[in-house]
């Protein structure tokens, strides 16, 4: 299956939403998926994993990108 979209980060809750935050500062929408949020709303329980995974279209990649290296490097995570 083909998508246009393309995962960007994986990694805490409190990480991606800052990513999230700068991404939409500069007009580009993600999509954030949280497994651990999915499994526990459906009922199968919840791993304490808190990890996301963040995702945009490829059109926007080579800027998504530039931000995730931008936040990780400021916080050291990279």
């Known amino acids: 299956m083909d998508s246009d979209y393309k995962k960007i980060y994986t ?3 409190i990480i991606a939403q800052l990513i999230v935050d ?3 500062a500069i ?3 993600a ?3 949280d ?3 999915s499994g526990r709303l459906a009922g199968f329980g ?3 994993s808190g990890s996301q995974d963040i995702y945009v279209n490829m059109e926007e990649l080579a800027e998504a990108i530039s931000i995730v290296d931008s936040v990780t490097s400021e916080l050291g995570t990279h």
């Open 31 to 33: 999509i954030v998926k």
């Open 46 to 48: 919840a791993s304490i």
């Open 27 to 29: 007009g580009i929408s």
């Open 11 to 13: 990694g805490s809750f």
């Open 22 to 24: 700068k991404l939409d």
């Open 35 to 37: 497994e651990s949020e």
